[in-house]
């Protein structure tokens, strides 16, 4: 029965934060509580939470999460959640550490020995998607994620649109899929022409076609199209996610287990969504702790579909990439399309905590583009 000691958070380049949690034996657990844009908000909520967990039972992951949730008087949303997820992932690790086992031993047991990838490109042109795709095939990915289009108008011309299609067309050609972004860049009256012109093309899905607070038009776009449709980046916990299967609105969920609740959550949400026949593709631009909460996840999960990682994304420079701040980045490697399971404890990452150290204490907050 470990009491928890200590919660610290780090902030590391390019956007992300850590979280440790050490027990009274001195064992520890990490998280990831990145909220891209809203550092110091986390960090904030992370200070008040701690006050609350100091001294309770690192094993009692369940009573901290519904604890942690409900005090307070105010639930969800990014800010609270985020915080959680960096509590619950770490408290994931630290339990499957101390009892030696890889953390999806703890939620069932494997049901696949390696794990579907996708990464993405980033450029706005044909010829920069060209090269970038190729990069990414050199590199082991049968699958990308790209952007539909810069920010439209609410009715643009309907010749904004075209370019993406081209783009998609360039992709496919290298015999490569691709998911299309609308990233919450596309209003109503252009989503639904966006959509029918992609669907001859055959986009793995599309994705937020609209912002995720419409959902009476995204179940509209559902029923216009049979491209499948993405989205849960925005949603932060199983009620948020409720009402889009309810009501048929969307095929692949994408919850972000840095936003939802952690492992926890993201466990529930997807055991929801093999009710609804919908598949689960976790969300995840962020960083390595995230990314390997995923896959704990991911291989323990019956409807699980692909899984996003950040390897080169545009957000990433330098020293500052999925491959940074472990021992064993090695687990990254792609080959034909998947990553293999990690099989050592905890989440089967080993943090470098001297680099993470060393360079957290001059990090500067991220602060979003746009
Ligand atoms: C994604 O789906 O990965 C994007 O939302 C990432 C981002 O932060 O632009
Ligand atoms: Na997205």
Not at 38 to 57: K, P, S
């Amino acid at each position: 029965m470990p009491a928890i000691r200590e919660l610290e958070y780090f902030r590391v380049r390019p956007r992300w934060l850590f979280v440790k949690i050490t027990d009274e034996e001195g064992r520890v657990g990490w998280g990831e509580a990145s909220l891209e844009g809203h550092t110091q908000a986390v960090e904030g909520c992370l200070d008040a939470y701690r006050e609350r967990i100091l001294g309770l039972d690192a094993d009692d992951i369940e009573h901290i999460w519904q604890m942690i949730y409900r005090f307070g008087f105010y639930r969800g949303g990014p800010v609270l959640m985020s915080a959680l997820s960096g509590i619950d992932i770490a408290l994931w690790d630290l339990k499957a550490r101390r009892l030696g086992v890889p953390i999806y031993q703890l939620l069932g047991g494997k049901l696949r020995n390696r794990i579907k990838v996708y990464a993405w490109i980033g450029g706005d042109r044909p010829g920069d998607v060209e090269i970038q795709a190729k990069g990414r095939q050199a590199q082991g990915f049968k699958s990308v994620k790209m952007n539909g289009t810069e920010d439209l108008g609410w009715l643009d011309s309907p010749s904004a649109l075209q370019g993406c299609v081209e783009r998609l067309k360039v992709v496919k050609s290298l015999g490569m899929d691709a998911g299309i972004d609308f990233h919450g860049r596309v209003h109503k009256p252009m989503a639904k022409q966006l959509a029918k012109l992609l669907e001859p093309h055959q986009p793995m899905f599309i994705e937020e076609p609209l912002l995720s607070e419409h959902i009476e038009g995204i179940k509209a776009l559902s029923q216009h199209t049979s491209t499948p449709i993405a989205l849960g980046e925005r949603l932060h916990s199983r009620w948020d996610v409720k009402p889009y299967l309810e009501s048929a609105a969307v095929d692949i969920l994408q919850p972000d287990v840095c936003h939802v609740g952690g492992i926890s959550e993201l466990r529930r949400i997807a055991n929801m969504c093999e009710a609804y026949d919908v598949a689960l593709a976790p969300h995840c631009p962020l960083g390595p702790i995230a990314l390997a909460a995923c896959v704990q996840v991911d291989a323990s999960t019956a409807n699980f579909a692909i899984q996003e990682m950040s390897l080169g994304i545009h957000y990433n420079v330098g020293e500052a990439d999925l491959t940074s701040y472990t021992k064993n980045p090695e687990v990254w490697d792609v080959k034909d399309g998947y990553i293999d399971l990690m099989t050592g404890p905890g989440l089967g990452i080993e943090i470098d905590e001297e680099w993470v150290r060393r360079v957290s204490k001059d990090a500067e907050p991220w602060v979003s583009p746009g």
